[in-house]
């Protein structure tokens, strides 16, 4: 499974393709494929957005669902997800709690 993740150029919020084809503050609200059919979607998604100078570093990053939520695979795409490993009060992960 894959979404697709960037940085928007305006902020350099980490952000994620949603289904409703704008980009999400929140891994939570991204687009999850299962296909190359669907990568290809996300990709040319990812590459409109670019040529747009809307975000930068467009990658497609793998993904599990856990307990209904989506989870990356790689240490440094759930940090961007969620905030530094040793402050809980900064970051995405924070603003959630809140």
Same mark, same amino acid.
């Given at each position: 499974?894959? *979404? ?7 902020? @350099?919020? =980490?952000?994620? %393709?949603? !289904? ?17 059919? @669907? ?8 590459? =409109?957005? %670019?040529?747009?100078?809307?975000? *930068? &570093? *467009? ?7 856990? &307990? @209904?939520?989506?989870? !990356? ?6 940090? $961007?997800?969620?905030? !530094?490993?040793? $402050?809980?009060?900064? @970051?995405?992960?924070? $603003?959630? =709690?809140?």
């Amino acid at each position: 499974m894959k *979404v697709l993740t960037a940085n928007r150029l305006i902020d @350099g919020e =980490a952000v994620w %393709f949603s !289904p409703a084809k704008i980009w999400a503050e929140t891994i939570a609200e991204a687009e999850v494929v299962n296909d190359k059919a @669907g990568e290809a979607e996300l990709e040319a998604a990812g590459k =409109a957005a %670019f040529a747009n100078n809307e975000v *930068v &570093d *467009v990658e497609l990053i793998d993904v599990e669902l856990t &307990d @209904g939520a989506i989870r !990356p695979l790689r240490l440094r795409e759930r940090i $961007r997800a969620a905030g !530094p490993t040793n $402050r809980l009060d900064l @970051g995405k992960q924070a $603003r959630t =709690a809140a």
